[in-house]
């Protein structure tokens, strides 16, 4: 079982449509999560962080549980610049990221 | 100011060759990290280098991999004997304590085994 898992997609939605993403961990001793979003032949950059009380930016809207060892992201009022790749990345206790190979989101016009 | 750089931006070679691959982390960042990441695929973790501690190289795929992090500073990532499946987009990034995120990533090096 990999470490972290996502659903590949892709995600197809029209604009101002919400969308969600869900990813599991295998490593119940992981300490931190975070979303990054990777644009295509781009480098990944962090979108947010993950707290286990959830926690909300913008449209962007995380949830950690940790006793199903599950990780999701919701998406509002999608927007053609939100298509991206996204991916679930959990923190070792190593202090190394294991990055999910990440969901793909495409929003459509 | 200047973010993660990396060096060749491209890189062609034919199998049975060795790489090398450089990366500038941000200065001051004490943490540095070499993933690599497949067509298609995620980001595969290589090694990680946190100031002066040992290395964590649970990543690297086989003892033709190598990593060196002189002075604290600049990376290089060797690979030996390039074979094709070595094929892939060679990412560093950093950040500035162990953990601490953001990591910044670099552009990265596409290379290519022929």
């Known amino acids: 079982r990999k470490e972290v898992e996502q659903d590949p997609g892709p995600f197809n939605v029209p604009e101002g449509a919400t969308v969600a993403f869900n990813c599991t961990y295998s490593n119940s001793a992981s300490q931190s999560f975070f979303w990054y979003r990777q644009d295509c032949r781009k480098e990944p950059k962090l979108l947010m962080s993950?707290?286990?009380s959830g926690n909300e930016d913008g449209r962007f809207t995380a949830q950690l549980n940790r006793a199903s060892q599950y990780i999701s992201l919701l998406i509002r009022d999608s927007k053609l610049s939100d298509s991206a790749t996204y991916l679930c990345?959990?923190?070792?206790?190593?202090?190394?990221?294991?990055f999910g190979k990440g969901t793909k989101l495409s929003v459509k016009p | 100011g200047a973010g993660v750089s990396q060096s060749p931006s491209n890189k062609v070679t034919e199998k049975g060759k060795d790489v090398e691959l450089r990366c500038d982390p941000i200065?001051?960042?004490?943490?540095l990290y070499w993933y690599r990441q497949s067509l298609g695929q995620g980001l595969e973790f290589l090694i990680y280098?946190?100031?002066?501690?040992?290395?964590?190289k649970s990543g690297l795929p086989s003892d033709r991999f190598s990593a060196e992090r002189t002075g604290g500073s600049v990376s290089t990532l060797t690979i030996q004997r390039t074979q094709q499946e070595d094929s892939a987009v060679y990412l560093c990034?950093?950040?500035?304590?162990?953990?601490?995120?953001?990591?910044?990533f670099g552009d990265g090096t596409r290379l290519s085994i022929l």
């Open positions: 200065s001051g960042h004490t943490a």
């Open positions: 990034a950093s950040s500035d304590r162990r953990g601490y995120q953001p990591q910044h």
């Open positions: 990345v959990v923190l070792r206790s190593q202090g190394n990221l294991i």
């Open positions: 993950v707290y286990s």
């Open positions: 280098f946190q100031g002066n501690s040992a290395p964590d």
